[in-house]
C-alpha cells in the first residue's frame, strides 16, 4: 500500500494565480480529509468527505478556497485566487472509518509569494 | 468550540531521560482521544485511547487517558534522539469525524 500520495511537493506560486492540489487516499477509506498547518494556527481541518460527499466546509477559509472528490481514489483542493497568508503545509489525510486514526499525507509545502 | 490544550509547548532533555506529556481537552460528545508524532513531514499515529485508566503500550511510549478530568498523558521513557519531534494531541467526538488538534509539544532530546 503505498499511503496517501500527494502532489505535488512543493508549490511556489505568485499572488493572483490558482493553485491546485491534488490528494490520492488509501483504497478503501472512507473518509479523506483535507488540514492546513502553519506556525500560527497549527493543524486546522478545511473540509472532509465521506464517500465523496463533502460533510463539513465550515474549516474553509473563504470563497477562494474549494475542493472536490470526483470518486474514492482522488480529491483536489483549490484556491482562487491564492494569498501569501495561504503559505502553510496542506496535509491530506484518510481514514477507513469515522473516529479511527487517520493516515496523513506527506503534504503540499505551499508557498505565495 | 472544542479546545485541546497540551503542555508543555516544547522540551529538552537528555538521552535517557523519561519524558511527560499532557494534552487536556473541553469537547463536546467526547469519542476518542488520539496521540501523533509529527517529524519533518506527516504526523504519525501513535495512539488512540477511549477508555478511561486503561494504557496503550507501545515499546517505551505509552499513554493513558482520564475522561473525568478530561486529559490524557504520553510518556516515553529511556529517550532517544530519535524521539525528537512534535507530538500531537487530537481528539474526535461522536458527531461527525472532525479531529480537533492541539498545538502540539515540540520534544528535543539532546545526545
Known amino acids: 500500500d503505498a499511503g496517501v500520495i500527494q502532489s505535488p511537493r512543493h508549490e511556489v506560486t505568485e499572488m493572483g494565480q490558482e493553485v491546485t492540489l491534488r490528494c490520492k487516499p488509501i483504497?478503501?477509506?472512507?473518509?479523506l480529509f483535507w488540514y492546513r498547518q502553519t506556525m500560527m494556527r497549527g493543524l486546522e481541518l478545511l473540509i472532509y468527505f465521506n464517500n465523496n460527499v463533502p460533510i463539513d466546509d465550515s474549516g474553509m477559509p473563504e470563497d477562494r478556497f474549494s475542493a472536490k472528490m470526483p470518486n474514492a481514489s482522488f480529491s483536489t483542493l483549490k484556491i482562487q485566487p491564492s494569498e501569501p497568508r495561504d503559505s502553510a503545509v496542506y496535509f491530506c489525510?484518510?481514514?477507513?472509518?469515522?473516529?479511527?486514526?487517520?493516515?496523513f499525507g506527506s503534504g503540499t509545502r505551499l508557498t505565495v509569494v | 468550540e472544542d479546545k485541546v490544550v497540551q503542555s508543555p509547548l516544547s522540551l529538552v532533555v537528555h538521552e535517557g531521560d523519561t519524558v511527560t506529556l499532557n494534552c487536556s481537552y473541553e469537547?463536546?460528545?467526547?469519542?476518542?482521544l488520539l496521540w501523533y508524532k509529527q517529524e519533518k513531514k506527516a504526523p504519525t499515529f501513535l495512539f488512540m485511547l477511549t477508555s478511561s485508566g486503561i494504557e496503550k503500550k507501545s515499546g517505551r511510549l505509552s499513554s493513558i487517558l482520564d475522561k473525568k478530568e478530561l486529559f490524557s498523558i504520553l510518556n516515553i521513557t529511556a529517550t532517544q534522539t530519535g524521539d525528537s519531534a512534535v507530538y500531537l494531541c487530537a481528539v474526535g467526538v461522536t458527531s461527525g469525524s472532525r479531529l480537533t488538534f492541539g498545538e502540539g509539544t515540540q520534544l528535543t532530546v539532546n545526545p
Open positions: 489525510a484518510s481514514s477507513p472509518q469515522a473516529n479511527y486514526g487517520y493516515t
Open positions: 483504497s478503501g477509506h472512507d473518509y
Open positions: 469537547v463536546t460528545n467526547f469519542r476518542s
